[in-house]
């Protein structure tokens, strides 16, 4: 069956140290992925887009990356701040299905002063 | 940019009863999506839009819930009628399609809904 997986449990981690989220997914063949931040109460905001043939994408202090032989995507970000502090999807967008985009259940996390 | 309007953004309704939730995307925006969130299944595709056109409601739950997009610029999403499972945030959502750049969906903030 196609899933999607995110680490379930909270990442709780201390201001300044860098964050790392983990997407995995099985069959699946995305022609992109894409990392969402959601904050309590509010809808998902578009992060970061990463295509099939491309390893790495970064922008400011976010970082993913996506190793389509794992299936996998990892999601960095680093000298985190407590700003950080939210729910990260991802989601993964299909080839010919007209920008339909399926999400992960998300990652909360927590980051302390 | 306004960004996606949706109303209501909270709605607590009784068991049977009709609701209506509205969604206004961004101007320009050719593609059209409502999502359903909940603790247990997260963030569900229910139906999505091209041009006006549905494109794929596998996703809605069943009869009772029906999707309109009269225009471009304006979709409802109806259950009739509703259930106390029905309760969750519905959110849509609405992208630029065909830009060759990936299609980032832009959300709206949610209608929040409750049955009893």
């Known amino acids: 069956s196609q899933k999607i997986e995110q680490n379930s449990e909270a990442l709780n981690i201390q201001e300044g140290k860098t964050a790392t989220l983990t997407c995995n997914y099985t069959n699946y063949s995305p022609a992109y992925l894409q990392w969402y931040r959601q904050d309590p109460g509010r809808g998902p905001v578009f992060l970061l887009l990463?295509?099939?043939?491309?390893k790495e994408k970064r922008k400011e202090r976010l970082k993913v990356t996506f190793d389509t032989t794992l299936k996998q995507s990892l999601f960095h970000i680093t000298a985190s701040q407590p700003a950080d502090s939210a729910t990260y999807l991802c989601a993964l967008a299909l080839y010919n299905q007209g920008g339909k985009l399926i999400f992960g259940q998300g990652t909360e996390l927590s980051v302390k002063p | 940019d306004a960004g996606v309007i949706q109303s209501p953004r909270h709605e607590v309704t009784e068991m049977g009863q009709e609701v209506t939730l509205r969604c206004k995307p961004i101007?320009?925006?050719?593609?059209l999506f409502w999502y359903r969130q909940t603790m247990m299944r997260g963030l569900e595709l229910l139906i999505y839009f091209n041009n006006n056109v549905p494109i794929d409601d596998s996703g809605m739950p069943e009869d009772r819930f029906s999707a309109k997009m009269p225009n471009a610029s304006f979709s409802t999403l109806k259950i009739q009628p509703s259930e106390p499972r029905d309760s969750a945030v519905y959110f849509c959502a609405s992208s630029l399609e065909g830009t060759g750049i990936g299609n980032t969906i832009y959300f709206g903030e949610g209608s929040w809904l409750t049955v009893v």
């Open positions: 990463i295509r099939e043939n491309e």
């Open positions: 101007s320009g925006h050719n593609s």
